[in-house]
């Protein structure tokens, strides 16, 4: 119908309610007798008042609202629209005694003209509700499912699937342990007893499905449910949190299985839109890294707060295929442009040909090397890329006049034991050192590992379980932080808008979770038995790798923001001077060949970040001194700190010299004749700069978990506690 067409039916419909509402009002008045004096004052108000009503009617757009979809906020808005209405009346009855309409006439009127604008409305929507379910009726059977929690959520559920016939479920009734609930009906099904009773309730109704749909359920609470259910052999299935559900519906094609992100119960989070907005909308951004994990979901979350340009900058171009292409369907309109760019951080006239070309005003910082066991066989690329690809961009974000510039870093930077944790050690103490001196905000946002990231130990176990198993875990009691890449992505964020530069902000990661159970869990959820259908293998704690990761050092005296999911760690930030001087030896030897140059790296790695604890070096006390010559003597490049003994290496009296001799007479790379020192125990003699190392425990045992953001005391095998954490030994 003819969009005029139908506001003129419907016009006609408001005319014929408030014309009937006003006379029945009269009848109503009278006892259905109207006395020959009233009427004609009844005639002589009649197009007066129904003129006053539908004028009222439109001026608050009443009109505009969809008959189809009537709910109670517009029905809220009509009764409003019919007071306003009637106040008007009932003022121009006192200001105008001719039109003599009865008071009673006219309280009666609101009444039956609300009732009756709401009701012609209501009927046309059961109408058409009636008329969509049977088009959609597919005339299969349906499968009778029960409902997991009769909050807000399990109501949105089931008057979806109440009016969606096409799913062919049938909701028989409610499970809930809010013994107020039980035995009573909500949204006409009824709540048939607690939650725990689901396998005898299931088996009582012929129900052969569940569908858990508490949106803001703990993770206990989900694997508590998802157990019983399996046991009775129901199928459980889940719904998205609250937070996804819009406008009081939930779309019912997002009911997916029980993932591991459900057991985990991370909770929502909350993000200061309008500072977001602020400081993203009509902005040019660049997310390095964006083909990844978490550098695809920061460009979906960027988008969301209409930046003028989104540059994604990638170097596997299948990766920036896939993420252009899905952000180019979910946001078509000319308001926001997506410019794709093949690029790698670490080639400096490409990325300084972009930043010349877009010049962005915030950069994300997503690119780097993240395996662990993979980067401890090439050291060499994972300086050249977390470090070398850091400090180019970082630098062309300064020389450009960017804005912001956020770094993601990892865990695994505290107290690092693996190449990739001490280079993105490294890479943080690049961004505190400049940003002392530039005017853009360098800060570093530092989490644990993500859940289905591309290599992480999630894909990998449901590949092992597809496969038949085993599934592999290094160790019983292997530890690790988790959260969901969205809500990593939207606290990064959030971070990067606070920061002031200098920072490192510290995500709130919860509770770290072993591995192992990790395993059981995906097991479960797949329809499986650990042990008995997969069995579960320890393959031994790979190189790099350590039992327990920390978020933050207690050196850096993790601190809480204004909002409760990041921490901020206080730690002095080195000077620029000596960092330079670190950074241009360690990615001389990176680009470097000779004999032995992994063990340099590693030798390098230690002096900038002296609590690696990680492979073994050739400046180990036990090895003989020796490193290549590029460009300056190693003794030279070695950390110096004015006052700190007076030594001109800086590392203070407790150093015992050697001299150098060649490791092997084929290196051919010119070895330094300068004395370097060979360390009993490397560390810093800065003053405030770093932490002190990392002693290891020899005793073999396991340390309890330490909390940093709280700043606990670890405790060693034996109860007692030191000032250091105290890590077991991999070997």
Known sequence: MPRFLRQSVQTAFDLAVFSAAYWLAFLFRFEFTIPSPWLSPALLGWPLVVGIELVVLRALGVHRFSWRYISIRESARIGLAVAFAISLQLGLRRALPVVLVPYGVLCMNFFLCFVGLVGIRATRRIYG??????????????????????????VLVARE???RPDLALHPIGFLDDDHLKIGSRISGLPVLGRIDEVAEIAARKRVSRVLITIANATGPQIRAVTMRCRDAGLETKIIPGIYEIVGDRVNLSR???????DLLGREPVQLDEVTLNASIRGAVVMVTGAGGSIGSELSRQVCRYSPARLVLVERFENALFEIHRELLALYPGPGLTID??????????????????VRPAIVFHAAAHKHVPMMEH???????????????????????????????????AVNPTSVMGATKRVAEIYMQALAQRSKTRFVTVRFGNVLGSNGSVIP???QQIAAGGPVTVTHPEMRRYFMTIPEASQLVLQAGAMGNGGEIFILDMGEPVRIVDLARDLITLSGLRPGDDIEIKFNGIRPGEKLFEQLSTDAEHADKTKHPKIFIGRV???????????LDELLALASSNGHNIADHIRAALRRL????????SVLDPAMPAAAPEIGVSLASALLAAPGAGGAASGLGSGAAFAPIEPLAPSVGVPISSQPIPVIPQVRSELPGRFEPPVRADTSGGVPERVDRLEHSKPRRPDGSTGQHPVLPVLG
């Open 129 to 154: 509700e009636i008329a969509e379910r049977k088009q959609r009726a597919p005339g299969r059977k349906r499968q009778r499912v029960l409902l997991i929690g009769a909050g807000q959520a399990g």
């Open 161 to 163: 699937i109440v009016s």
């Open 255 to 261: 009911i997916r299985e029980v993932a591991i992100e």
């Open 340 to 357: 794709p760019q093949i690029g790698d951080v670490t080639d400096e006239r490409r990325m300084s040909q972009l930043f010349a070309s």
């Open 378 to 412: 090439n050291p060499g690329e994972a300086v050249k890329n977390n470090v070398g690809g850091t400090r180019l961009v970082a630098d062309l974000a300064d020389r450009f006049g960017a804005e912001r510039f956020v770094q993601i870093s990892t865990d695994k």
């Open 460 to 462: 990998i176990f449901k």
């Open 572 to 582: 002095a930030s080195p000077t620029w001077s000596e960092t330079m001087r670190s």
């Open 609 to 616: 970040v002296p609590e690696y604890t990680g492979g073994a």
